[in-house]
């Protein structure tokens, strides 16, 4: 398997390669020359992998297909290592539950920081780890955060062999428990920076600090967040044990709805869906920084500046300016690289939009596609944690809310799957002015906030990034 550039870089790179770069020489995201297609018997394999063997295996099943330099016995190891019930304290992983009628919960938050990003983010470490030291090499790590990737990347990888992460994160704008999750960590190679912007800032910092070729040549950069294929692809295995937990048959369709800042989560289930699976819709749910759900409305995506970059109470989906969404744009032009290109690195880069509302491609992308969108406020947060606990007995987080609100808009005769993003703790104040107390605490994360903090404040200037990682790598 050879993966491909969205802007249309000659150079094709294999699977292991791309999982220490990050973005492509020019800029673009990788993704695959093709993605492998899954027919009725191979769906029924897997069905019997997942029911019989678990999710590890079924991990490898669908890793393999993309994962060609990476011995099988190896690569089976890895997924072993990585999903297991001491490490998302229950043998299905991700099991599926019951909210009401079609509507049903994918259970995403078992692992060590209680929000999805740790089900691609502990592969991502174990698969770092194994890939270096198979070179003799190290790899610094560059990340940005709105919430849930530091912390998640920095469990994963901290104590890793020949792995140091910088942890960009917009100051003050966490949540205190997701702050504690990552400032709280003394590992030596783990850096935590708190950029005085929004998240797009820090966003900004990570793809300039990759694009200066040299800098990342010299200091081996590297990335865990969504622009990493690696992340990407380890997503794509639960929208499979989803569907194949919420169905009994192949010929039953399933519908996900996710909720979404920066496209990565919804952009696995669009790589599903291209493979084959029976996904009816994917439905984008956003806060009040509502850039994506004006794109599937409108045509026009339009990114917004820190001033319009809203402070909400989903702060993970605090994002104006989705890196993700290039890998399904590249898709729906056509695969065409240099059009692609136009759009982002010149549309976006100097307009700060694109208008693709007169397009076919568009005009056609929810009936080949699926997607379909919607927005949730403050107000329908709160509405909907309440209902779903004092009506259905059930506590979520805020941005499983937006889901949940957002969901019920799209509901159809086939199961409805809204994928959970972290759990309730992570968002206390929201959840107590919900409902009038405090979510459950697990025992391990007693008095977090009140631990010591190893942060260091820095302006959005990727000088001063780079300067850091340089002082630090000596």
Known sequence: MLYLSTRGHADRKRFCDILLEGLAPDGGLYLPEHYPRIDDAQLTRLRQTLATQGYAALAFEILSLYIDDIPADDLRALCAKTYTREVFGTDAIVPVRQLEGHLLIEALSNGPTLAFKDMAMQLLGNLFEYELARRGEELNILGATSGDTGSAAEYAMRGKKGVRVFMTSPNGRMSPFQQAQMFSLQDENIHNIAIEGVFDDCQDIVKAVSNDHAFKAKYKIGTVNSINWARLLAQVVYYFAGYLQATKSNAEKVSFTVPSGNFGNICAGHVARQMGLPIAKLVVATNENDVLDEFFRTGVYQVRGAAHTYETSSPSMDISK???????????????????KALFAEGVAREGKFDLSRDPAFQNAAAQYGFVSGKSTHADRLATIKDCYERLGQMIDTHTADGVKVAREHLGA???????????????????????????????????????????????????VKAFIAEHCR
Not at 322 to 340: H, I, Q
Not at 435 to 447: H, V, Y
């Open 414 to 464: 086939e199961p409805m799957l809204v994928l959970e993003t972290a759990l309730p703790i992570k968002f206390a104040a929201t959840i107590e002015e919900a409902l009038g107390r405090q979510p459950d605490r697990p025992a391990k994360f007693d008095g977090i906030e009140s631990l010591p903090k190893r942060v260091v404040v820095m302006a959005a200037d990727a000088e001063k």
């Open 322 to 340: 989705a890196s993700n969404f290039e890998r399904f744009v590249f898709d729906l032009v056509g695969r065409d690289g240099a059009r692609t």
